[in-house]
């Protein structure tokens, strides 16, 4: 129980150009998703957090409109990187709370495998 | 402003001993410590949690402490073993709210 899948799991794109990245939560519902970014042997930072059905809620130092998010249903969340450039290759993770606590413990977060995104 | 740190960034052991990691928290007083294992290109995948009012949490061969007084988790792996090499990441939250994370400490153990 409690999956996180991501998709791509990497990209490669060209600077300028704008790559989405989503999150899905398998087998249980996720009120809350979160999205961090983790630069080679760095801690993973917390870019935003995302609520179903409402705005994102974006960390201080993170433009929320160059990383836009979306929350549409209760297992999906998306992050779109909007006019990419070299400094935001990364390694992007999601991760999820389980709304009903079935898999586990209530403030346990479950992380996606991670989407490692390159711009050239 | 929080900070979580973990000041030893890598831990070298021969299969078969402890392990002990450590993580310090400042400037706050979470409601829980939890512990993850990441391997490289992997997210991370969740081993421990424990909560402000206990004092120590066990798992098969893993065992954490929570001291408030020190602002200190200990994280014991014990029998060490080749598989348990990878990186484990301390970190932190209030309830409700998102994870901070501590750099992260890279196990190695030798056979």
């Known amino acids: 129980g409690a999956v996180v899948s991501q998709h791509p799991s990497w990209v490669i794109c060209k600077s300028g150009t704008s790559v989405k990245i989503e999150c899905r939560s398998l087998?249980?519902?996720?009120?809350?998703m979160f999205w961090y970014r983790q630069f080679p042997k760095q801690s993973l930072m917390l870019m935003a957090t995302s609520n179903e059905g409402s705005k994102a809620t974006y960390e201080q130092g993170v433009e929320k409109d160059k990383f836009l998010i979306n929350h549409a249903s209760l297992t999906l969340s998306t992050l779109t990187v909007t006019s990419a450039h070299p400094e935001d290759s990364s390694f992007y993770i999601c991760s999820a709370r389980d709304l009903a606590w079935t898999s586990g413990l209530k403030e346990t977060q479950y992380f996606g495998p991670g989407t490692r995104l390159l711009v050239l | 402003s929080q900070k979580i740190e973990q000041n030893s960034e890598a831990l070298n052991i021969q299969e078969g001993k402890t392990a002990t990691l450590t993580c310090n928290y400042t400037?706050?007083?979470?409601?829980?410590l939890q512990w993850y294992r990441q391997d490289p290109g992997r997210g991370p995948v969740f081993l421990l949690l424990i909560r402000e009012n206990e004092k120590e949490k066990r798992k098969e061969r893993l065992k954490v402490t929570f001291d408030t007084t020190l602002k200190q988790s200990l994280f014991h792996i014990t029998a060490s073993q080749p598989a348990d090499s990878a990186t484990y990441l301390c970190?932190?939250?209030?309830?409700?709210?998102?994870?901070?994370f501590g750099k992260g400490t890279t196990l190695s153990v030798s056979s």
């Open positions: 970190a932190s939250n209030q309830a409700g709210t998102a994870l901070i």
């Open positions: 087998d249980f519902q996720a009120t809350t």
């Open positions: 400037n706050y007083s979470p409601a829980y």
